[in-house]
């Protein structure tokens, strides 16, 4: 069974920094690609950054050029890293993995950004 398990979260404010880490019961290497997407209160669900198999690595607009996704095959984590951060980035944020035509989700971390 595919678990998925979110840490990192907090309270930060405007301009500081998290680390998001997302651990999984099983070895990543067998998804297609794994991301993180958030959501915040009243909006839908979005997709903030993903990377796949080989490492290539897509992001929102939104957050390009201050958060990096990364991947540690060996220790089956996906890792967001998130900069400059802002109030407006502030939602639930959840790690996805996606096996062909199987998706798991995590119960997601908060991040809060106070202005």
């Known amino acids: 069974q595919v678990q998925l398990v979110e840490s990192g979260g907090g309270l930060v404010q405007a301009g500081g920094s998290l680390r998001l880490s997302c651990a999984a019961s099983?070895?990543?290497?067998?998804?297609?690609?794994m991301a993180w997407y958030r959501q915040a209160p009243g909006k839908q669900r979005e997709l903030v950054a993903r990377?796949?198999?080989?490492?290539?690595?897509n992001y929102a607009d939104s957050v390009k050029g201050r958060f990096t996704i990364s991947r540690d095959n060996a220790k089956n984590t996906v890792s967001l890293q998130m900069n400059s951060l802002k109030p407006e980035d502030t939602a639930v944020y959840l790690c996805?993995?996606?096996?062909?035509?199987?998706?798991?989700w995590g119960q997601g971390t908060q991040v809060t950004v106070s202005s």
């Open positions: 099983v070895n990543i290497f067998s998804f297609n690609t």
């Open positions: 996805n993995a996606q096996r062909d035509l199987e998706y798991y």
């Open positions: 990377i796949n198999r080989g490492g290539t690595t």
